[in-house]
């Protein structure tokens, strides 16, 4: 009778499965991993916070207007609201309290009547910020200018104003900037998942070679079972890590009120889950090479080098890359894989893409991510069980042919 992990008793998926159990059970119980995870939430919502806090800076500039002028009142609001600056105006009953609210910061500054008629001394502790100096002139003269007129009997509501339209040469993108920081939050949890997922696959691969459990591992199931369940196995416990850190971030960032969560942030968040998939498949898979490629820790960290340093090409081109967009090293990146996983994600946000584009970016990773498998597959079937001294890439990839 076959046993449950015997090639004729178990099929493919269920092997696969096993192993990929293993990996979960193993892995999400690590101390390191519930550390890593609790101390990247932290960081998430305490950045949220202190963003939120930095970024609030636009308070309202509050006038005091010594007397209850209620026209000059409403033209400070109106000419603020149209220049894009928030005025709080209030009524204030002197000008000694005008000038000791001022003193106190309860007030950005106060207009006070000057000896001329129609005109006002504005008091303010430092100066006027020229936004609000602005405002302010052109509503005492708006103010100034229809009590003239009406003095002399003329309504100024009657006169023909001008008018200017504004029109944009590049219209604006809603919501383009709630995008831009979920795919770059995104590429930055891609790289960490690399880093740590990678890690772990190839150091596991190790773990099992130099205490020859492989050994007896595939004594009962097929290299290829044994490969795909442990890369599924710490790929899911990665995927897990990502959704609860971006689920962690887009809450903070709901609650801090730095996103408003539309339908577009949430399709690119979708969008970021789907490439991060890719990237995290086409790395896993070549890690998991490297650790079969040693007999021991020490020389782990050499034989992933070029593994590594991909990874942060891929990462900086992504953190950087949006601030080039239009550059041809950019735009060319942006359709080799694996860089296509840190990028697209940013030029979905921006809208700088089209779907045509996205369409053969995302075929050319799936295609991408092939090759690695089955190029890892060959490597970790013929290598596997050699133990001495190091495999060098070079003759690895006489290996996998």
């Not at 998926?13 to 609790?38: D, H, M, N, P, Y």
């Not at 220049?83 to 000008?95: C, F, K, L």
């Not at 709901?254 to 969008?271: C, H, K, N, S």
């Not at 070549?286 to 650790?291: D, E, F, I, P, S």
Request: aromatic share 6%; charged share 15%; with cysteine.
């Amino acid at each position: 009778m076959n046993s449950p992990m015997s090639p004729g008793g178990a099929g493919a998926v269920q092997s696969i499965w096993l192993v990929a159990e293993r990996e979960i059970a193993t892995r999400a119980k690590t101390r390191s991993f519930l550390i890593s995870t609790g101390l990247l939430m932290v960081v998430i919502i305490v950045g949220a916070v202190v963003w939120s806090a930095l970024s609030g800076g636009d308070d309202a500039d509050r006038v005091g207007v010594v007397g209850q002028d209620a026209a000059l009142t409403q033209t400070i609001e109106e000419f603020g609201s149209a220049t894009g600056t928030s005025v709080d105006v209030v009524s204030v009953a002197s000008a000694e309290e005008a000038r000791s609210r001022v003193a106190d910061g309860d007030l950005t500054a106060a207009l006070v009547p000057g000896t001329a008629p129609n005109s006002y001394v504005a008091v303010s502790e430092s100066g006027l910020s020229p936004t609000l100096d602005g405002v302010l002139r052109s509503s005492v003269e708006q103010v100034g200018l229809t009590s003239s007129l009406a003095e002399r009997g003329v309504d100024a509501a009657s006169l023909p104003r001008a008018t200017i339209t504004v029109e944009q040469t590049t219209p604006d993108k809603p919501d383009e900037g709630q995008r831009i920081v979920i795919a770059l939050v995104g590429t930055i949890l891609l790289i960490t998942a690399i880093m740590m997922g990678g890690s772990m696959v190839a150091v596991g691969v190790v773990e099992e070679k130099t205490s020859r459990v492989v050994e007896l591992l595939l004594a009962t199931i097929k290299p290829l079972h044994l490969l795909w369940g442990k890369i599924i196995g710490i790929g899911a416990i990665a995927m897990a890590q990502v959704l609860l850190l971006g689920a962690t971030a887009l809450i903070a960032g709901r609650v801090t009120g730095l996103l408003t969560i539309p339908g577009a942030a949430i399709g690119m968040f979708a969008a970021v889950i789907a490439w991060f998939v890719l990237g995290f498949l086409f790395f896993a898979t070549l890690y998991a090479a490297t650790g079969a490629l040693v007999s021991r820790q020490e020389e782990l960290n050499a034989s992933s080098a070029p593994l590594t340093i991909l990874a942060m090409a891929v990462m900086y081109s992504g953190i950087f890359g949006i601030q080039a967009l239009d550059s041809t090293l950019i735009q060319v990146l942006t359709w080799i894989p694996p860089f296509s996983a840190a990028l697209m994600p940013v030029r979905i946000a921006t809208g700088d893409t089209s779907t045509v584009q996205v369409v053969v970016t995302f075929a050319l990773m799936v295609l991408a991510c092939a090759s690695a498998t089955w190029f890892a597959s060959r490597i970790y079937q013929r290598s596997i069980l050699r133990t001495g001294t190091r495999v060098k890439w070079s003759e690895a990839l006489s290996l996998a042919r």
